[in-house]
């Protein structure tokens, strides 16, 4: 494959020599350290350490820095390589286990595709979330433990302190959001010999292990509150600020707040006994200190980058913040981002690499043979509101699923590949090309049935510059704590403890569930109507705000890993996940004239026991104490 990249001159070429060199020394280090266990090896199962390789490492403050910054090629979790294989490898990822997209063929029966058919078992669901997280709370450890010996200077040891403490936190609210409670080992760094704990803490506990470290980083105060340039990435005060809100959120919500899901033997392990509304202000009042830094705002722009109109383009944006074409963007008031977009609090930053747009553009658009990233399901698509904020069936324009952009909120746009749409066409990013679905005499590659299973593709985080067989200019970034996330957090607490109408006003901020639902489709490009509504119905009861902010989330963050924990904490996804999902199919006539009709593209089927994943039956069988989660024996 071509590199492709403009301007290619020998300051290119010593930069990514010299990048390579840095990346082969940090893997050295790693497999040096032994640090790292390996799609078979369990969390049981660690690799020892050595104390000349730790005082190797340790001793030099580059490698120190290096082993730091190794474990955050995991923090994407539920979307990067290390997670989903990109999504290139195993047919959509997270996004098609649950009601977003139809997962691609193979013969091969991946964890995704068992959560949709209701088979996903211990022995055979993939037991990389349990490994993964663990093997880079054990690096976190081995780090807390060692950088003493570094010469680096106090200051940068201290952040590299807490970026640790941010690190294991953040590996452990993914084995939350996986498990429930899990176990916790403290600062332990276990090796091959040592006697490992093994017995679950409960949900309570994790908790508040989980919020006491965010709260410990914050009370240091070395990290900056936001990350720019080359620190953009890694984790800051807001990070762990953002961090604990969504512990505490989830920690409100219906499923671990009380649920009677669980038997009474596994109850405490998998969420609280009883319900405590108080859970709720908790979530919302740390999702006001996020807030309350100031720092953060939605970027809303409405023209493009020639400046030509283009409502909710600052939407389109935010997945391309590390693009050097967007950095110096303005938003429609005229403030300059300063380099870096003030909506994403934390990324997984991509380097240069086609591998996005590769999983995710249609055939003709793609690598040759490329396994794609899922396909959207209609009844995703059609969620989207047209672009007076009004459901496509009771909206004053009227919806043609022949043209089903025009008149849309134009997240569908930024989200959904249809028939019709356009995009890139060659190596060169000047031209694009019609993706054209339809069936019948002349049909492409594209078309449904033969490309995607249900008539549409996914466009969310792709560039429009990037060709999937050509490598991007820019750089990628995968969201992970979004400022309009936090925005949401604080509105589904404020309508939870509050209700609906509570308004306050916070350093000139309007906050309050109408308020924020009201800024978040401002940016999406949604019209405000006359009524200054963007759509909302008024007066709205506490379950249809509920409703209201649930799907204002599906549609915000589709594709970004939130739907499927959220339906769950919710309680929703008996009726999401159990149901059958549908497709396009657009016939084209002889004369060129279409028609289109629904059809059925899979049943997806829920068991009780999906609220969670089940621990990895090679990790339950080495010890009795580590119980297994409810209704998977």
Not at 77 to 84: A, K, L, T
Not at 230 to 235: F, I, L, P
Not at 369 to 376: K, V
Request: glycine fraction near 8%.
């Amino acid at each position: 494959m071509g590199l492709g990249l403009l301007g290619f001159n020998l300051f290119n070429f010593k930069f990514i020599s010299f990048t390579m060199k840095l990346y082969m020394k940090s893997l050295l280090l790693l497999l040096l350290l032994g640090t790292a266990a390996s799609c078979n090896d369990s969390f049981l199962d660690q690799t020892q350490t050595s104390d000349l390789n730790r005082e190797t490492v340790f001793a030099d403050s580059t490698y120190t820095a290096n082993f730091l910054t190794g474990i955050y090629t995991d923090i994407g979790f539920d979307i990067n390589y290390n997670r989903w294989i990109y999504l290139l490898a195993n047919g959509g990822g997270i996004q098609s286990a649950c009601d977003e997209a139809e997962f691609y063929p193979s013969s091969t029966i991946w964890t995704n595709m068992m959560f949709a058919t209701g088979t996903v078992n211990p022995v055979t669901v993939s037991d990389d979330a349990w490994s993964k997280c663990y093997t880079n709370i054990r690096r976190c450890n081995v780090f807390l433990a060692n950088i003493d010996r570094s010469p680096m200077v106090s200051s940068r040891k201290a952040q590299y302190i807490s970026e640790a403490l941010f690190l294991r936190a953040w590996y452990y609210f993914i084995l939350m959001k996986h498990y429930g409670g899990v176990p916790i080992i403290g600062n332990n760094v276990y090796d091959a010999t040592s006697t490992m704990k093994t017995s679950r803490n409960t949900w309570a506990e994790c908790v508040e292990y989980v919020t006491h470290q965010c709260d410990s980083i914050v009370q240091l105060n070395v990290l900056p509150v936001r990350r720019t340039g080359q620190e953009n990435g890694r984790a800051s005060s807001a990070a762990a600020l953002g961090l604990k809100a969504r512990v505490c959120l989830y920690a409100a919500s219906p499923l671990f707040n009380g649920s009677d899901f669980a038997p009474t033997d596994t109850k405490e392990l998998v969420g609280y006994s009883s319900y405590d509304k108080e859970r709720w202000k908790t979530a919302m009042d740390a999702a006001r200190a996020v807030i309350n830094l100031g720092s953060y705002n939605l970027f809303i722009r409405s023209k493009d980058l020639n400046g030509k109109v283009e409502p909710g383009f600052g939407f389109y944006v935010v997945f391309q913040a590390g693009d050097t074409r967007n950095a110096n963007l303005t938003d429609d008031d005229g403030k300059n981002n300063n380099g870096a977009f003030a909506g994403n609090i934390l990324d997984r930053k991509y380097q240069r690499e086609s591998g996005h747009e590769a999983a995710y553009y249609p055939p003709s658009g793609s690598h040759s043979g490329t396994r794609h990233g899922g396909y959207i399901y209609k009844d995703l698509a059609d969620a989207f509101p047209m672009v007076d904020g009004k459901p496509i069936d009771n909206s004053q324009y009227t919806f043609d699923p022949l043209n089903p952009a025009k008149n849309r909120d134009p997240r569908f746009n930024n989200t959904v590949i249809y028939d019709g749409a356009l995009v890139p066409a060659d190596d060169t990013y000047s031209a694009t090309t019609v993706v054209n679905t339809w069936i019948g005499v002349g049909q492409t590659s594209d078309a449904v049935y033969q490309g995607t299973a249900t008539g549409f593709y996914v466009r969310k985080g792709c560039d429009r510059l990037c060709k999937g067989s050509t490598w991007n200019p820019s750089r990628h970034n995968d969201p992970l704590i979004r400022y309009a996330d936090i925005l949401l957090m604080y509105a589904e607490a404020a309508n939870e403890y509050h209700g609906p109408d509570f308004e306050e006003t916070l350093g000139g901020q309007q906050l309050g569930c109408y308020p924020i639902l009201k800024l978040i489709r401002k940016r999406a490009g949604i019209e405000p109507g006359a009524d200054g509504m963007y759509g909302l119905e008024k007066d709205m009861t506490q379950k249809q705000m509920r409703q209201a902010i649930q799907e204002e989330r599906r549609l915000e963050f589709a594709f970004e890993g939130h739907r499927f924990f959220d339906v769950r904490r919710w309680m929703i996804a008996p009726q999401t996940e159990s149901k059958t999902m549908h497709g396009i199919e657009i016939t084209r006539a002889t004369d060129g004239t279409k028609t289109w009709k629904e059809f059925d593209v899979r049943t997806h089927v829920w068991r009780p026991a999906m609220y969670f994943f089940p621990i990895p039956y090679n990790e339950t069988v080495k010890s009795k104490d580590l119980l297994q989660n409810p209704y998977y024996n």
